[in-house]
């Protein structure tokens, strides 16, 4: 990063350099070569930001699972906002008075919608994080005005543990059993999503022993329902009675749509159903 920095004229950066979003607003449309938006937008201003910098930049990159897909913040639509806030702040016993804070903060949309659907982007560089050689490979690509290629495959592609095709017999939590170290995840009974996640991570968490959470999302196109994906995919190697498979997954949501919900089919049907109330 220090020999990136001097490269750049940097316009706006919040959290690092006093910048003030009227400064972003006095650009002219189209002045700024590159804006990289990283989380999902809640809040009224974030929305506005995120406008504000689809106006004034060229290229825009949505950086990270949750500006690509609305990430783990995006499970919240599971609930509605009166539901999370009864969470957060009403119920919340670490909280004096149990009320919604309102005073000086900018109000908080409904739903959390992907970033996609406020403005188009043109590079997406999902992960939770994006990993350091991504991350290098698309900033040296951007440098060099050459596009950004990056490989399609699943997380599957780069794992090194023996597949044998074997059927799962009973889904395992990851704290049951011992792990064999050197065969597939799934078939010993884990269920692991790295057939239906993009491997841009080059599959580190499977070869050091953990899961794919599928925090990089499906692959090219990255706009599938990653969760159905994934659950077509652990259909196909537990042939098993469906109801008994369902009470073995105890969790659906948090390890099928962890990352991507808002993008999923049901998410969308979740986004339409909260934009009808207000017609």
Not at 17 to 22: E, Q, S
Not at 187 to 200: H, M, P, R
Not at 231 to 252: F, H, R, T
């Amino acid at each position: 990063m220090a020999d990136v920095l001097p490269k750049l004229d940097i316009k706006y950066w919040q959290a690092v350099a006093d910048f003030k979003l009227h400064h972003l607003e006095s650009y002219p449309d189209k002045s700024i070569a590159l804006g990289i938006y990283e989380g999902m937008a809640r809040t009224e201003e974030d929305i506005h930001l995120l406008k504000v910098m689809r106006e004034k930049c060229q290229t825009m990159i949505a950086f990270g699972s949750c500006s690509c897909f609305g990430g783990i913040p995006g499970m919240a639509n599971f609930s509605d906002i009166e539901e999370c806030y009864d969470v957060k702040f009403r119920e919340n016993k670490t909280v004096t008075g149990g009320e919604v804070p309102t005073e000086n903060l900018p109000p908080i949309a409904d739903v959390v919608k992907p970033n996609n659907m406020f403005v188009d982007f043109e590079i997406y560089l999902p992960g939770c994080p994006p990993t350091s050689k991504l991350i290098l490979t698309a900033l040296t690509a951007l440098f060099e005005g050459k596009p950004i290629e990056l490989p399609p495959h699943t997380v599957c592609h780069y794992c090194n543990r023996e597949k044998k095709e074997t059927p799962i017999e009973k889904v395992l939590r990851p704290y049951q059993g011992i792990a064999d170290p050197d065969r597939c995840l799934l078939e010993q009974g884990y269920i692991c999503v790295g057939s239906a996640t993009w491997g841009l991570c080059e599959g580190q968490c499977v070869n050091k022993g953990a899961t794919c959470r599928g925090c990089f999302g499906p692959p090219p196109p990255i706009m599938q329902d990653h969760g159905a994906n994934s659950i077509s995919m652990l259909g196909s190697y537990a042939p098993m009675d469906p109801k008994d498979l369902v009470d073995q997954v105890k969790d659906p949501l948090g390890t099928f749509w962890r990352f991507d919900y808002p993008t999923s089919h049901l998410g969308q049907i979740r986004i339409k159903r909260e934009e009808a109330k207000k017609k």
